[in-house]
């Protein structure tokens, strides 16, 4: 069946260090593929998102590349903030419309 | 300005009574989820109700639970009899033009 499979947390990072949240599906069609955030108290914001094979996914600093080869759609930045801390969720959805599979959600912490 | 509204933001209610979430859209959508993250765990699909029916629902979406829209706005999801397990965090979703819009849940604490 279709699935998201991700990186387990809690991640700790300082500010500016570099972020790489990993990220692999399942699918049995074509899906595309989503970076949610949930900040601390609020709902799922979308973060950015793919819909189709080499295509990336690019906001506030953060991005993702669609990589059918190896099923992945792993979420990085260069240079994370204290604002970046955060619980991210990667989730596919295979057509517009129908329902979204996420991943576990991996939480991060960014300190000063 | 969100696509999506829920109240309330956060209910506390007794094991075995009813509770009543809404979510409330700005435009006039017509196709919806409901899913619920228990803390600490992952997003899991309740329904997807479109047009006034049921079009899917997981093996989590027992009898207990019901959708509606009851007046062409508002659009509910209803706990029966609540149990200690149903404390979560209930999200309402919309697809509109081509993106899903989350609402900002509701946090359900079931005591």
């Known amino acids: 069946g279709d699935s998201v499979t991700q990186m387990e947390g809690p991640v700790t990072l300082s500010e500016e260090a570099f972020l790489t949240i990993n990220c692999t599906y399942t699918?049995?069609?074509?899906?595309?593929l989503f970076w949610y955030v949930q900040y601390p108290g609020e709902g799922l914001q979308l973060l950015l998102k793919?819909?189709?094979?080499?295509d990336k996914g690019s906001n506030k600093g953060f991005e993702a590349t669609y990589r059918k080869e190896t099923t992945s759609f792993h979420l990085e930045k260069g240079s994370v903030q204290v604002s970046d801390s955060a619980v991210y969720f990667c989730?596919?959805?295979?057509?517009?419309?129908?329902?979204?599979?996420f991943g576990t959600g991996t939480s991060l912490t960014v300190i000063p | 300005e969100p696509e999506v509204t829920q109240t309330p933001s956060h209910q506390v209610t007794q094991m075995g009574q009813e509770v009543i979430l809404r979510c409330v859209p700005i435009?006039?959508?017509?196709?919806f989820y409901w899913y619920r993250q228990i803390l600490g765990q992952k997003v899991e699909f309740l329904v997807s109700?479109?047009?006034?029916?049921?079009?899917?629902k997981s093996e989590i979406f027992d009898d207990q639970f019901s959708v509606e829209r009851p007046d062409g706005s508002n659009f509910t999801l209803k706990i029966r009899s609540t149990k200690l397990e149903d404390s979560a965090m209930y999200f309402c979703?919309?697809?509109?033009?081509?993106?899903?819009?989350f609402g900002s849940g509701t946090r359900l604490t079931v005591v």
């Open positions: 793919a819909t189709k094979a080499d």
């Open positions: 699918a049995t069609g074509y899906p595309s």
């Open positions: 989730a596919l959805s295979i057509d517009t419309g129908n329902q979204f599979y």
């Open positions: 435009s006039n959508h017509l196709y």
């Open positions: 109700f479109y047009n006034n029916e049921i079009s899917e």
């Open positions: 979703a919309s697809p509109v033009r081509g993106l899903v819009n």
